[in-house]
């Protein structure tokens, strides 16, 4: 079956555990995020990271941010939003 649209992966092509986000979102937050060290849940995939080859190639995309300003961006974003309420 033929589509008119094509797919990418828009990454990075590096992967983050998620200690790693949650640090990149206290620094972001100036404060520390409530979370807990448990077991892998069932279904859980052990790692994913998306592969930006597709898009570097045919659309000349690349990641530009650092995992750092990524959080920074998505708690500016939430924080307009919320003040916008």
Do not use: I
């Not at 079956?1 to 990454?11: A, I, S, T």
């Not at 200690?19 to 069932?42: D, I, Q």
């Not at 080859?53 to 307009?80: H, I, P, R, Y």
Request: some cysteine; charged content about 30%; overall charge positive.
């Amino acid at each position: 079956m033929k589509h008119n649209y094509d797919v990418f992966n828009l990454g990075s092509g590096k992967g983050y555990s998620v200690y790693e986000v949650v640090k990149g979102y206290e620094e972001a937050l100036g404060k520390p995020v409530n979370w807990a060290y448990t077991e892998r849940r069932s279904g859980d995939v052990p790692k994913l990271v998306a592969d930006p080859k597709k898009a570097n190639t045919e659309l000349g995309w690349k990641t530009e941010l650092s995992l750092k300003e990524m959080c920074e961006d998505s708690v500016n974003f939430v924080q307009k939003r919320m003040m916008k309420k």
